[in-house]
């Protein structure tokens, strides 16, 4: 079993940045798919950037390339987002997420293969 706790979220104005963060407990697999979701008001989830952590690969969704960094601290156990540049669409609560294996193409386009989630952590970005 995966623990995912994520801390780091707020209240900030649009241009700002903020790092989210989500410390990760008891790696059971030698490889996972490590990313972070977010869920609008009112909208489904979508997956914002992953990083397989034996290849250290990532990946993200186009709409926060150059805006969005996922990085991980091994010593820490801890999975990083680094947000650039907020704007107000990135309201949201952010999720951390895990699935064993490494990832895929289709990895950020669905979060059904993801088993592990934390309980997520809201950003509000105003004008």
């Known amino acids: 079993q995966v623990r995912l706790v994520e801390s780091g979220g707020g209240s900030v104005q649009a241009g700002g940045s903020l790092r989210l963060s989500c410390a990760v407990s008891r790696y059971t697999y030698l490889r996972y798919c490590m990313a972070w979701f977010r869920q609008a008001p009112g909208k489904e989830r979508e997956g914002v950037a992953a990083?397989?952590?034996?290849?250290?690969?990532?990946s993200y969704v186009e709409s926060v390339k150059g805006r969005f960094s996922i990085f991980e601290e091994n010593a820490k156990n801890t999975l990083y987002l680094q947000i650039d540049r907020l704007k107000p669409e990135d309201t949201a609560v952010y999720y951390c997420a895990a699935h064993s294996g490494g990832c895929q193409t289709w990895s950020l386009t669905t979060d059904l293969h993801f088993a592990f989630w934390g309980q997520g952590t809201q950003v509000t970005v105003s004008q």
């Open positions: 990083i397989d952590t034996a290849a250290g690969t990532t």
